[in-house]
């Protein structure tokens, strides 16, 4: 398993910033500004949906590595044939909002399955945020002896903030950070602190035990090119601030 070379010095310093387009958003042109704004903020990888057409439109537009996400293995097989970098299963926020709930059991077969199919693909996880925070750990060791090389916290999608602005901002993160925190200490792969972060919350992520953050709502919901490059830039400054002490991931 190779994983990018950038992906490796970024996880090993714990200042990796994935900038997530959307698993279900197909909008070209939505998808392209988000790209773009993480290239020129600084991310260090992007996460699109694990769309052929999608994969062909970011490699041409971007030099950073591309992610794509599914839930879907047979996705990822047309999606790496048309160049995608690694993949993704999860990014489940979307997906609560219909009602569709993913157990670990499920998660556990769709990444054997997913390996099975792309056996030397860098392999990306989330854990489902609906499991209680020991069923979370648990199920990270055995995605890690499935095959995964990066696991996904999330949970900004269960935590309800009380308060607005800063205070709120940490009440949304708290749920992905416990996460973050409680799995970084059992697995050897790199843990990506996702859903509900923001650069208030980003080097809290990485104290917590992350390699990096994945960020979604806090740049692609943002209306203006400007703004999205801004958001990326301040995530960046806020990792920036992290203890770098280097990880090797073995």
Do not use: W
Not at 116 to 140: E, W
Not at 155 to 172: D, F, M, N, R, W
Not at 219 to 224: A, E, H, I
């Amino acid at each position: 398993m190779t994983m990018h070379s950038t992906l490796q010095r970024a996880f090993a310093i714990r200042r990796a910033l994935k900038v997530i387009s959307g698993l279900n958003n197909f909008d070209a042109e939505n998808v392209a500004a988000v790209v773009k704004a993480a290239e020129l903020g600084g991310a260090t990888f992007v996460d699109i949906a694990a769309d052929v057409e999608l994969v062909r439109l970011v490699k041409n537009i971007t030099n950073l590595p591309v992610c794509v996400s599914a839930v879907e293995p047979e996705k990822f097989v047309q999606a790496v044939a048309a160049g995608a970098d690694l993949i993704e299963i999860g990014n489940f926020d979307s997906f609560y909002a219909q009602g569709r709930k993913f157990e670990a059991e499920e998660v556990l077969a769709l990444t054997k399955k997913t390996r099975a199919m792309l056996p030397g693909i860098t392999l990306s996880v989330t854990v489902p945020h609906i499991l209680t925070l020991d069923k979370q750990v648990q199920l990270a060791e055995e995605l890690v002896q499935a095959g995964a090389d990066i696991i996904q916290t999330e949970g900004g999608i269960s935590s309800k903030p009380l308060h607005a602005g800063t205070l709120g901002l940490i009440e949304k993160a708290a749920p992905t950070l416990a996460a973050a925190y409680e799995i970084s200490r059992v697995v050897s792969v790199p843990v990506l602190c996702a859903s509900g972060i923001s650069s208030v919350t980003a080097s809290l992520a990485t104290a917590a035990g992350a390699a990096g953050v994945g960020v979604g709502s806090a740049v692609n919901q943002l209306n203006s090119k400007v703004a999205m490059i801004a958001a990326v830039r301040s995530l960046v400054e806020a990792l920036a601030t992290t203890n770098t002490s280097s990880h090797n991931f073995a």
